[in-house]
């Protein structure tokens, strides 16, 4: 196994010079943000913060996040207004307007995929304005921890994850982030501590690495359903673990339980996904013999963060929506940039007219229900008495068609995020089955239409 | 409601003429009994038993019980010889041998159907040798506490479950005996008040009219799941009511509650089924929309008590076997004459290739799960993790068509009843959809079709 993480650390480690020029351009940001906090007459101050302040970047990131942090006593409307001001000045025209809780200024320099992010130095992190106030602390407590030889085992843990398609916090990926990673190594102390002690996590898990809970039942009831519990230590009501779905958990959990037992490089670089030709997708899709509605539509204007969960709550909508309906969903997936895409795959898209409806058992008062039913036009028989007692009787259901339920909920809507069903309501396309190569001129939507039709655990590509 | 009691009684109740024509035949069947054991030298006597000698038998009930009672030290198969040999004296030409758990006679005498059945006379009814040693002890315990207004009382009881549907402890009906009607009187002292009782019965209510058990916890364990429990006086292992099942149980309990609640002659004496034509039947079927199943066979040659459980064991067998391969019953009967039928009514009967293996959740080892699968050629995709945790694989179904599931269910035979595997084996025929019409010009099984596709309780038709 040494030999194998020594592979990969060469090659994922960024060489001197990467560094080097790195740290240049952060410099050189920096130097930037205050000249025109001080030409702008600001009370503001440049921080460098995230993987490329704590030596934990990866080679193939080129990521460069530049925090503006402003007095804890400045209105939040001034932040705003003069946090941009600045970060405007040091972009230029290339800038690109983002909003999370805040607003802030993206952009390229040199290469480098640069944020520049106005926030609140806050003395205490518990006492935050904004999530982005706590960074500047999250830097300070790994700074402070992190030697480069620690670095080093988070650069392999780091990649694991990308490997494995378990890191990002962004809620597309709903994996662990890169302070979680350092977390865990500052913790478990190398690469493979955290492997085999992750390879025996359960849901429920408990990191605590401060000591901050003298009882643990206490943290279950304070994150209580949430797969894996990291206490932040610089805010102890935080769980740095809180995206990690348990789809992701479960994965981290699997990889690592196959690399204790048989260690390899494809953990760490796998195989990409092949691409499926028009032919391919037609010939899986009629193998499969399901039935697939792919809903696509224009995404709304909102940054993926926003985006994906709406997309997912959409989704769930669905999925509850035709099982209400009598439809089981086999399988079912979301996806987006500028169009979105909400797959659905049912085993069954036609269903008989008639249904069961099943009354109350036995030691309960049956009130209207044999007396709706009797004088409902859409009786079939009934009532009787099934084997295990229940009142039953046989009706006309309402739809048997899947395709046209699907349609219905569409146009009603329930439980649908916001701005998604707000985009649906300007429009939409159900591609049905093999109408799906259709889209698969996009090559984004081709590589996860292929993905979706040949899922399986990067590592075992 | 004392209004339809009173009607309800007149109608059921038998005349004065056709008590004494029933005595008369009784009268001179004992006689003959006791020369025929004379005239053979065999040591026994006749009772009258059942309801014709507790004068709880209804007009349409044209049923006389004859046991033929020999010492308990004669060995079993000295009984069986020498109470065949009386019976069939007694009985002549026209006289069939029956077999239950001893062989009897049944024939014709009269009008009157007549049961000539050997029996020990056991001192104790809990050291009987045979079921049937049972029946003279109840015939006294009943004689000896039933005043002729009881009897009454019993004809009512006896009527509603007539009408209801739950009357008869034959395992074709799996309802309640005569001898339990009798014990409900005798408990509850008035139809009146064993209505009102059981319409607030819950599955487990326990009858024990002797007080045999101090303790309802030991009964409670003893007849553990019998949705009735009535401790019979003569046997205290004993549980009368344990040929009731959930689904008659239920049905009863259903009908007590509707008739304390609106009392009526159609609880009594309720519609017929109305005989469907093949045009109705093709017609229902159609509207239906499902897939309908009816396997065929010549009947093996055994009673119905016998006939009946093996019927329903195989039609279980069947319902889980599809199941199993994916396909859910939306509702099944069995039915025999000289021809046995199953019926198996799915609302899918076609799945698509495509199925999901799921694996075991995270906090346990995987074992071969994934190797197993990964090698097969069955597999479409996977290993991934679904949104639950659990490591999930999608392989081909080996059987996507529902027919030839049926098909090699009925070519295995696993799990059925042992002649109905035998008489299945000689042959078979499915009947599919608008085929089952085919049967119909029997009557009898018309009649079962008819039910089944109508399907109603009797006091709602």
């Not at 809180?242 to 699997?254: E, G, L, P």
């Not at 048989?262 to 010939?283: A, G, H, T």
């Not at 439809?327 to 797959?343: C, G, P, Y």
């Not at 591609?431 to 239409?449: A, N, P, S």
């Amino acid at each position: 196994m040494d030999e194998i993480l020594k592979a990969v650390l060469k090659r994922v480690k960024p060489r001197e010079a990467e560094r080097k020029r790195l740290k240049k351009v952060a410099d050189m940001l920096i130097e930037r943000v205050n000249r025109a906090c001080d030409e702008l007459n600001v009370p503001a101050r440049a921080m460098l913060v995230g993987s490329a302040a704590r030596g934990t970047w990866l080679r193939s990131e080129r990521d460069i996040d530049i925090f503006i942090l402003f007095p804890e006593d400045l209105p939040r409307e001034e932040l705003e207004k003069k946090g941009l001001a600045v970060a405007r000045k040091v972009a230029g025209k290339r800038g690109k307007e983002q909003f999370a809780e805040h607003p802030y200024i993206t952009t390229e320099v040199g290469g480098f995929e640069v944020d520049l992010v106005p926030c609140y130095e806050v003395a205490d992190a518990g006492k935050i304005k904004s999530a982005v106030d706590r960074t500047p602390h999250h830097n300070r407590y790994v700074g402070e921890r992190l030697t480069p030889e620690l670095a080093d085992e988070v650069l392999l843990l780091k990649q694991f994850m990308f490997g494995t398609g378990t890191y990002g916090a962004e809620l597309k990926v709903q994996g662990f982030s890169g302070y979680l990673c350092e977390l865990l190594i500052l913790h478990y102390l190398s690469f493979k501590e955290a492997i085999n002690a992750a390879s025996k996590w359960a849901p429920g898990s408990i990191i605590d690495l401060e000591g901050s809970y003298p009882d643990q039942a206490e943290v279950k009831a304070l994150f209580e359903g949430q797969p894996l519990i990291v206490i932040d230590p610089v805010d102890t009501n935080r769980n740095v673990a809180a995206a990690v779905s348990m789809q992701n958990f479960a994965t981290f959990v699997r990889a690592c339980q196959d690399f204790m037992r048989e260690s390899n490089m494809r953990f760490f670089f796998p195989r990409r996904v092949k691409l499926l030709s028009k032919r391919d997708v037609e010939r899986i899709l009629r193998r499969r013999g399901t039935r697939l509605f792919c809903v696509a539509f224009k995404s709304p204007d909102i940054v993926p963060d926003i985006l994906y969960p709406q997309l997912r709550k959409t989704e769930r909508a669905l999925v509850t929506g035709l099982a209400r309906a009598g439809f089981e969903m086999l399988r079912s997936d979301v996806w987006a940039n500028d169009k979105s895409i909400i797959l659905l795959e049912l085993a069954i898209a036609e269903l008989p007219m008639v249904q069961v409806h099943v009354g109350p058992p036995i030691k309960v008062d049956v009130g209207d229900f044999v007396q709706t039913h009797l004088r409902s036009k859409r009786k079939f028989a009934g009532p009787f008495l099934d084997s295990s007692g229940r009142l039953a009787f046989e009706v006309k259901r309402r739809q048997t068609d899947a395709r046209r339920a699907l349609e219905q909920a569409l146009v009603e809507r329930t439980a649908f995020g916001r701005h998604v069903a707000g985009a649906l309501a300007k429009g939409y396309k159900i591609h049905e089955g093999r109408q799906i190569t259709k889209l698969c001129d996009d090559k984004k939507i081709c590589r996860f239409v292929s993905e979706y039709l040949t899922r399986c655990l990067p590592w075992y590509r």
